[in-house]
């Protein structure tokens, strides 16, 4: 075995994530390794199985190095059997249930052994839902063969649980960046977007396949007043495919396609950073998964969530355990709008979404501002990355 010592002091935490599919588990660990290091000046260790994926989401990332750092926080290539060797520090995350290498274990155990105090706290994290059942299950243990416990933190939208991902000062930049609209069209520039104008409807579309969107597309090309639609290639795009005169194969960032009154855009994909500041700037996000269905509330502008697709339709269970939360006190006709886009959406109906959209229309003004108060009530006075430090001390 060869071994990269980590040389550092023994308080760091680690952060283990596999990759399972498309970019939301890399996506929730990067941006707390980011904000553990940057607010609570933690020396962090994000161990990742796939830096290839990675470096979609982190361009100036080198998938071919075992160890690199980016935002003080060291980035390790986890091969598995373990080829650098790992060193206790305070706290050991396994996201979203991934399992920890047998070195990692090993260690843990050994050292619990010794001396129970000298074992890192060893935490799940796991993945976001609005459902009831989060509030009993967050912060239970499971005592491991060892001894040790393994505590289970679930992020939520309640005081009873873990609280969602949210950096210090995001509000306040993102209020700044609203309030001057010379920021978006700058951001749409430097991103290649042609022909947009200040006051023109943008959407951003970053969602799984779906008829919907295609139904969308139809109806957004007969719209009265001009709209893009901004797209990455990916997986939406394969649901635009019908109505594009090309080969979504062949699509390059910064092509357009005007039909009617729609143009639609290839976006390149960015930094979190420059994701975050596209959700600001666009009067409409569809948004799928975990990490962008969070940023685009953040974003305090209306979106569409694509929830990720789970067996028997479970996803559908939890879209509206959040579709009732995020209506509560909502005007029927507002909340009635939402909701159905929302499911039609999920649902590939196509001849509801379009219905839906229109009334969504004449509902836009509230729900605007249904979606500027919404963050605060969300985010429950503490984030998650505070709550968790403190649920660290308290452990
Ligand atoms: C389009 C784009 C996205 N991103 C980032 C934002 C997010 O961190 C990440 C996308 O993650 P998500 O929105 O969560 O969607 P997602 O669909 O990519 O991710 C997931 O969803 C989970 C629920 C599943 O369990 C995962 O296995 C995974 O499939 O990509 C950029 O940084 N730049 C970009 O240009």
């Not at 160890?67 to 598995?80: G, R």
């Not at 619990?112 to 799940?124: D, G, M, R, Y």
């Not at 910064?254 to 596209?278: A, S, V």
């Not at 974003?299 to 579709?323: N, S």
């Amino acid at each position: 075995m060869t071994t990269a010592k980590l040389t550092q002091a023994t308080k760091h935490w680690d952060i283990f994530c596999t990759v399972v599919d498309n970019y939301g588990d890399i996506g929730v660990t990067w941006r707390l390794a980011k904000q553990l290091a940057a607010e609570y000046h933690i020396p962090v260790n994000l161990w990742v199985d796939d830096l290839h994926s990675f470096s979609h989401i982190l361009p100036s990332l080198n998938p071919a190095l075992r160890q690199q750092t980016f935002n003080s926080v060291n980035i390790f290539q986890w091969n598995n059997p373990l080829d650098i060797s790992y060193v206790a520090g305070s706290v050991v995350i396994e996201a979203f249930a991934c399992e920890l290498p047998e070195q990692v274990k090993s260690v843990i155990d050994k050292l619990h052994n010794q001396a129970q105090s000298v074992a890192p706290h060893w935490l799940n994290l796991e993945y976001l839902s609005a459902e009831d059942w989060v509030d009993g299950c967050h912060g239970l243990p499971s005592t491991q063969p060892s001894g040790i416990k393994k505590w289970f933190y679930f992020p939520g939208f309640n005081r009873k649980t873990g609280g969602l991902i949210r950096e210090k000062n995001l509000f306040n930049e993102r209020d700044q960046w609203q309030a001057n609209p010379n920021n978006k069209m700058a951001l749409f520039k430097q991103l290649g977007l042609r022909g947009i104008h200040v006051d023109d409807t943008v959407v951003s579309v970053f969602s799984y396949e779906s008829p919907a969107l295609t139904a969308l597309m139809a109806q957004w090309q007969t719209l009265a007043k001009p709209i893009h639609a901004l797209i990455p290639k990916g997986r939406s795009l394969t649901s635009v495919a019908p109505l594009l005169p090309v080969d979504v194969n062949d699509l390059m960032p910064g092509q357009q396609f005007k039909m009617g009154n729609l143009t639609l855009h290839i976006l390149p994909m960015t930094d979190q950073i420059g994701f975050d500041r596209l959700l600001w700037s666009c009067d409409f996000n569809i948004v799928r998964g975990e990490d962008s269905f969070l940023r685009a509330q953040w974003a305090a502008k209306p979106f569409i969530w694509h929830i990720y697709p789970q067996e028997d339709d479970y996803h559908l269970v939890k879209l509206q355990a959040f579709m009732r939360i995020y209506c509560d006190n909502l005007a029927a006709e507002i909340s009635t709008a939402w909701c159905e886009v929302n499911l039609a959406f999920n649902q590939g109906d196509q001849q509801a979404v379009v219905n839906y959209w229109q009334q969504l229309h004449s509902v836009i003004l509230p729900l605007q501002q249904h979606a500027l108060n919404w963050p605060n009530n969300a985010l429950n006075d503490a984030d998650l990355a505070s709550r968790l430090v403190q649920f660290v001390k308290n452990s």
